[in-house]
């Protein structure tokens, strides 16, 4: 499985954008699929996650409110929309994917493939 990232960029505080990450190769084979960042000296966070199949949904305290992570299994891509942001969600963002489901979905060690990564500035 092939992971591709896009839609970061510069955008001001409490701003919009939606990151995009298609998924290629053995999709069918997919669990879950989850959204994480990581900022300048810290550990990779997590975000989001949508299980392929049912849709169900997951996030973290953190963004809950604000971020929404939805799927269109037609493209094989996963989305995460991001509203009111904020400067401290400036940091890189990563889509991951798991083969079959995870109990720890927020685990980042527990999903098999990742995609490059896509910046994200929020200024203030």
């Known amino acids: 499985v092939q992971l591709q990232a896009s839609g970061g960029g510069l955008v001001q505080a409490r701003g919009t954008l939606r990151l995009s990450c298609v998924a290629s190769?053995?999709?069918?084979?997919?669990?879950?699929m989850g959204w994480f960042r990581q900022a300048p000296g810290k550990e990779r966070e997590f975000l989001a996650a949508i299980y392929w199949t049912s849709g169900n949904t997951n996030y973290a305290d953190s963004v809950k409110g604000r971020f929404t992570i939805s799927r269109d299994n037609a493209k094989n891509t996963v989305y995460l929309q991001m509203n009111s942001l904020k400067p401290e969600d400036t940091a890189v963002y990563y889509c991951?994917?798991?083969?079959?489901?995870?109990?720890?979905?927020?685990?980042?060690?527990?999903?098999?493939?990742w995609g490059q990564g896509t910046e994200v500035t929020v200024s203030s």
């Open positions: 991951a994917a798991a083969i079959g489901p995870l109990y720890y979905y927020s685990n980042s060690r527990a999903y098999d493939y």
């Open positions: 190769g053995r999709t069918f084979s997919l669990g879950h």
